[in-house]
């Protein structure tokens, strides 16, 4: 199935009621999880010693602050809270340090 279509036939499930919100959003970090750890071995957007790139965090960066904004707010008023934006803050620091 294509990368982009996932999110979508997923959001299908949910509407229908077959998958939860939370299942929606553990299958996409499943997926961006698996996306992280292929892209050292596969050469895809990393910069040295398989550091992500902006090409890679900025869109992981806006799906965060889209699930945080649609299922996590309520939990977690402060979006520094939300796990996925301590995810971010971490791939950040690893960027900074391999690019120094």
Do not use: N
């Not at 960066?61 to 889209?66: D, L, S, W």
Request: proline share 9%.
């Amino acid at each position: 199935m294509a990368t982009w279509a996932l999110p979508f036939i997923l959001g299908l499930a949910v509407f229908d009621g077959s998958l939860t919100a939370t299942g929606h959003d553990v299958v996409l970090a499943a997926r961006t999880v698996g996306f992280l750890v292929a892209v050292p071995v596969g050469g895809v957007p990393a910069g040295p010693a398989g550091a992500p790139t902006p090409d890679l965090l900025t869109p992981i960066e806006q799906r965060t602050a889209g699930y945080w904004a649609c299922h996590h707010q309520q939990k977690f008023p402060r979006p520094a809270d939300y796990s996925g934006r301590r995810l971010i803050t971490a791939l950040q620091d690893v960027a900074a340090s391999a690019s120094r």
